[in-house]
């Protein structure tokens, strides 16, 4: 009997300390979910994570989740009347439309996101049908995705290229010797030849003369060619309108001597351009996306909640990972969420009305529904965007400039350069 | 002028990794008969070497070109041992496998690097060469096309002046007198996958410096190094290094003076052009049956 006592308790220690074991190992896997009692609200992001959009997906993914584990962390967020912790769902399409849809459908029908975050372009193009039709509340990076029957397609933080009057502009106002520009950027419809036609408006406003527009595709191995060709006409101004290869362009200029102004979209790893050239030469190149732990972006206006924790905790975990997009997901995830709130649900038609209905913070300030005028819907957030210029081999905020106000003045200049460009526009 | 000269300095530089990328091709096809689609991957994960150890641990440039050619030269070694071999007569077999191995090369480069950015790596000799105030070489360039040329000439010393060169030169021709001659065609075989892939590895370690690193830059490498060597002879290792001084020129020029996807679209025509009016390319013989 003491025996089988002694075995009976041996198998009860035993299970119990299995199941001790179980519980703390899903606990540490899950951390915030474990022992949440809210419910759980799941946001999509179908998004590139491999290939050579990467860069402008995943550390958006890691951004995001430093927000949800944010939130979690504080117990979570109320939302009419039921407390909710967010879950981030991820789908890599690589930048492949099939991909993409079978990746929306999955966020969407599986993981019964309520919203889903994209880069934009022809994956959202390939989505949008079904998106649409079950009204899934989609957002993009590209504005120039909206059609007139996208309703629920928006765009409410980067409303690629239109911010980029802003470092025209600045760079016309501090610089007025610069009196030409060459542009050089990708040749595709997404990204490139959308950038270059704003680009173009915004020297035509500016006073400044194009001598150049170079257009190279994506299998391009050597920039030397591409760099000769664009010195041999001496601007005052080099423009890289969206290349995804900044990096090499970069070194290239300065291999070949370039002393002139350099304007750019993005700056993705600028450390590494210096490291490839020299601090003294990336110094003074002007763009559009800052670092979080600029002190202008405490800034009055300025909605991301503690900016410098923010890139703190994700440089802390994700190094070498920062790009234009690490906060632009999030900023997007925290805008969700505010609308959300004040619609007191969920749903993409009370979340929508909220939207449109009050005023909306953007997340540098200011902040109004703009589009119908290019795409056909006002489903495109503007606002303040930033000037930045690198200045002692850091990224710094010059000043926030009003897209919408330039827009307002110049709409039919960038029309023109859309149209010579073959985009669309309504 | 000026812009003339510079262009001609930067097609001859660039003609120095084509050359590099393309011989390795011509030599494992013409001995081997083999169109190896892997030979893409081979300069990327010489490339991926030279990131791994220069960029993130520190390994001086120099020992990690030498690293770089050894371990591309054993994965060749590897891919004709356990696929070419097995495949031996069955060019569609072996094609076939040189896709997988593509695929498998890509997959181990993401496992290795990680997704997101393409790599760079800082490049080990700083500094341009400045001469007559306007034209521009940057040291790490000079240094690239120095190595590369020695390399080539190295090759064709071995090609024409040893007796395994001799040995690999007759296989290439006819695999079937070769053996006659008591000429081993399996050992020549892999002595030629080696030679190619330490060529393909060395063209990854020195470009791995200038260009972005990334699983699917072999793509761009194969395409050319494909143009290259339909425009030289399929099979002639002179023509592939003619074809790739003319190519590089051209499509320098055409770049400099119109864009890259003009010169792009031309080179492919050119090879269309040459595939139907002199299919055995500039340098190639037709082989009577």
Redesign the interface.
Request: aromatic fraction near 10%; include cysteine; charged fraction near 15%.
């Given at each position: 009997m003491v025996s089988k006592l002694k075995r009976s308790d041996r198998r009860q220690f035993l299970k119990r300390a299995a199941t001790g074991a179980g519980a703390v190992t899903t606990a540490s896997l899950f951390p915030h979910v474990a022992f949440s009692a809210n419910k759980t609200l799941t946001v999509g992001m179908n998004i590139p994570?491999?290939?050579?959009y990467?860069?402008w997906g995943?550390?958006g993914l890691y951004g995001c989740e430093i927000i949800a584990n944010n939130i979690n962390a504080a117990g979570g967020i109320e939302i009419g009347g039921e407390t909710y912790d967010i879950n981030v769902a991820s789908y890599d399409h690589g930048y492949d439309t099939e991909k993409a849809i079978q990746g929306f459908k999955k966020l969407a029908l599986e993981d019964e996101a309520k919203m889903v975050m994209m880069l934009g372009g022809s994956t959202v193009a390939a989505c949008l049908p079904w998106a649409m039709r079950r009204k899934v509340l989609t957002t993009t990076l590209l504005p120039s995705d909206i059609t007139p029957d996208s309703e629920y397609l928006i765009a409410t933080c980067e409303s690629h290229p239109l911010y980029n009057v802003t470092g025209v502009e600045w760079m016309a106002k501090t610089f007025p010797d610069v009196k030409t520009a060459a542009i050089v950027t990708n040749?595709d419809a997404e990204y490139g030849l959308q950038s270059a036609a704003t680009y173009k408006a915004a020297f035509e406003v500016a006073g400044i003369e194009v001598v150049d527009t170079?257009?190279?595709?994506f299998?391009?191995?050597?920039f030397?060619?591409?760099v000769?060709?664009i010195l041999?006409k001496n601007p005052d101004c080099v423009c890289m309108a969206t290349s995804f290869?900044v990096?090499?362009i970069m070194?290239q200029l300065f291999?070949?001597?370039y002393q002139g102004k350099i304007i750019s979209c993005t700056l993705?790893?600028y450390q590494?351009i210096i490291?490839?050239t020299s601090e003294e030469f990336v110094n003074g190149t002007i763009y559009q996306f800052p670092d979080f732990d600029d002190p202008a972006l405490t800034e009055e206006g300025v909605t991301f909640p503690d900016p410098a924790g923010f890139d703190a905790a994700f440089r802390k975990d994700h190094p070498?990972?920062w790009?234009a997009v690490a906060w632009e997901y999030p900023a997007i995830l925290l805008n969700w969420i505010e609308n959300a709130k004040a619609a007191g649900s969920v749903e993409t038609e009370d979340v929508m009305a909220a939207m449109k209905g009050n005023q909306q913070q953007f997340v540098f300030g200011g902040g109004n529904w703009w589009g119908s005028q290019l795409w056909g819907l006002d489903n495109a957030l503007i606002g303040r965007w930033p000037v930045v210029v690198i200045e002692n081999g850091r990224a710094r905020i010059q000043e926030y400039g009003d897209v919408a106000a330039w827009l307002a003045a110049n709409k039919d200049v960038l029309v023109k350069h859309m149209q010579e460009l073959g985009l669309r526009t309504v | 002028m000026?812009?003339l000269i510079?262009?001609i300095v930067?097609?001859f530089?660039?003609s120095g990794?084509y050359a590099l990328a393309a011989v390795g091709l011509v030599l494992i096809f013409g001995v081997m008969g083999v169109v190896n689609f892997a030979h893409g991957e081979l300069v990327m994960v010489g490339a991926y070497t030279v990131w791994l150890l220069h960029a993130q641990y520190g390994v001086p440039f120099l020992p990690t070109i030498l690293i770089a050619i050894l371990l591309v030269t054993a994965i060749g070694a590897l891919m004709e041992q356990f696929l070419f071999r097995p495949m031996r007569g069955d060019p569609l077999g072996g094609l076939i496998c040189s896709i997988g191995v593509l695929f498998i090369l890509q997959v181990v480069a993401?496992v290795v690097g990680g997704?997101?950015?393409?790599k760079?790596v800082?490049?080990p000799y700083e500094g341009?060469l400045?001469l007559w105030d306007f034209l521009?070489?940057?040291y790490q360039?000079l240094f690239a096309i120095g190595v590369a040329i020695a390399a080539l000439g190295l090759l064709w010393y071995f090609l024409t002046r040893t007796r395994l060169g001799w040995a690999l030169r007759a296989v290439s021709q006819d695999r079937e007198a070769a053996s006659l001659q008591g000429i081993n065609s399996n050992r020549i075989s892999m002595i030629a996958i080696c030679v190619g892939a330490a060529m393909a590895g060395l063209a990854g370690a020195l470009?791995a410096?200038?260009?972005?690193i990334?699983p699917?830059?072999g793509?761009?490498?194969i395409?050319?190094a494909f143009i290259v060597t339909i425009v030289g002879g399929v099979g002639s290792l002179s023509g592939a290094v003619i074809a790739s001084v003319l190519y590089a020129l051209f499509?320098?020029?055409v770049?400099?003076?119109f864009?890259?996807?003009v010169a792009?679209i031309s080179g492919l025509l050119i090879m269309v052009l040459v595939l139907i009016i002199r299919p055995t390319g500039i340098m190639g013989h037709r082989v009577s049956e």
């Amino acid at each position: 009997m003491v025996s089988k006592l002694k075995r009976s308790d041996r198998r009860q220690f035993l299970k119990r300390a299995a199941t001790g074991a179980g519980a703390v190992t899903t606990a540490s896997l899950f951390p915030h979910v474990a022992f949440s009692a809210n419910k759980t609200l799941t946001v999509g992001m179908n998004i590139p994570m491999t290939g050579d959009y990467a860069p402008w997906g995943l550390p958006g993914l890691y951004g995001c989740e430093i927000i949800a584990n944010n939130i979690n962390a504080a117990g979570g967020i109320e939302i009419g009347g039921e407390t909710y912790d967010i879950n981030v769902a991820s789908y890599d399409h690589g930048y492949d439309t099939e991909k993409a849809i079978q990746g929306f459908k999955k966020l969407a029908l599986e993981d019964e996101a309520k919203m889903v975050m994209m880069l934009g372009g022809s994956t959202v193009a390939a989505c949008l049908p079904w998106a649409m039709r079950r009204k899934v509340l989609t957002t993009t990076l590209l504005p120039s995705d909206i059609t007139p029957d996208s309703e629920y397609l928006i765009a409410t933080c980067e409303s690629h290229p239109l911010y980029n009057v802003t470092g025209v502009e600045w760079m016309a106002k501090t610089f007025p010797d610069v009196k030409t520009a060459a542009i050089v950027t990708n040749n595709d419809a997404e990204y490139g030849l959308q950038s270059a036609a704003t680009y173009k408006a915004a020297f035509e406003v500016a006073g400044i003369e194009v001598v150049d527009t170079n257009l190279h595709g994506f299998d391009v191995t050597d920039f030397a060619p591409i760099v000769s060709s664009i010195l041999a006409k001496n601007p005052d101004c080099v423009c890289m309108a969206t290349s995804f290869y900044v990096t090499p362009i970069m070194e290239q200029l300065f291999h070949q001597g370039y002393q002139g102004k350099i304007i750019s979209c993005t700056l993705d790893y600028y450390q590494e351009i210096i490291a490839k050239t020299s601090e003294e030469f990336v110094n003074g190149t002007i763009y559009q996306f800052p670092d979080f732990d600029d002190p202008a972006l405490t800034e009055e206006g300025v909605t991301f909640p503690d900016p410098a924790g923010f890139d703190a905790a994700f440089r802390k975990d994700h190094p070498n990972d920062w790009s234009a997009v690490a906060w632009e997901y999030p900023a997007i995830l925290l805008n969700w969420i505010e609308n959300a709130k004040a619609a007191g649900s969920v749903e993409t038609e009370d979340v929508m009305a909220a939207m449109k209905g009050n005023q909306q913070q953007f997340v540098f300030g200011g902040g109004n529904w703009w589009g119908s005028q290019l795409w056909g819907l006002d489903n495109a957030l503007i606002g303040r965007w930033p000037v930045v210029v690198i200045e002692n081999g850091r990224a710094r905020i010059q000043e926030y400039g009003d897209v919408a106000a330039w827009l307002a003045a110049n709409k039919d200049v960038l029309v023109k350069h859309m149209q010579e460009l073959g985009l669309r526009t309504v | 002028m000026e812009l003339l000269i510079q262009s001609i300095v930067n097609g001859f530089i660039q003609s120095g990794f084509y050359a590099l990328a393309a011989v390795g091709l011509v030599l494992i096809f013409g001995v081997m008969g083999v169109v190896n689609f892997a030979h893409g991957e081979l300069v990327m994960v010489g490339a991926y070497t030279v990131w791994l150890l220069h960029a993130q641990y520190g390994v001086p440039f120099l020992p990690t070109i030498l690293i770089a050619i050894l371990l591309v030269t054993a994965i060749g070694a590897l891919m004709e041992q356990f696929l070419f071999r097995p495949m031996r007569g069955d060019p569609l077999g072996g094609l076939i496998c040189s896709i997988g191995v593509l695929f498998i090369l890509q997959v181990v480069a993401t496992v290795v690097g990680g997704d997101g950015p393409s790599k760079q790596v800082p490049p080990p000799y700083e500094g341009t060469l400045v001469l007559w105030d306007f034209l521009r070489v940057p040291y790490q360039r000079l240094f690239a096309i120095g190595v590369a040329i020695a390399a080539l000439g190295l090759l064709w010393y071995f090609l024409t002046r040893t007796r395994l060169g001799w040995a690999l030169r007759a296989v290439s021709q006819d695999r079937e007198a070769a053996s006659l001659q008591g000429i081993n065609s399996n050992r020549i075989s892999m002595i030629a996958i080696c030679v190619g892939a330490a060529m393909a590895g060395l063209a990854g370690a020195l470009m791995a410096p200038l260009t972005n690193i990334n699983p699917h830059m072999g793509h761009n490498v194969i395409i050319t190094a494909f143009i290259v060597t339909i425009v030289g002879g399929v099979g002639s290792l002179s023509g592939a290094v003619i074809a790739s001084v003319l190519y590089a020129l051209f499509h320098t020029f055409v770049t400099t003076y119109f864009n890259g996807t003009v010169a792009t679209i031309s080179g492919l025509l050119i090879m269309v052009l040459v595939l139907i009016i002199r299919p055995t390319g500039i340098m190639g013989h037709r082989v009577s049956e």
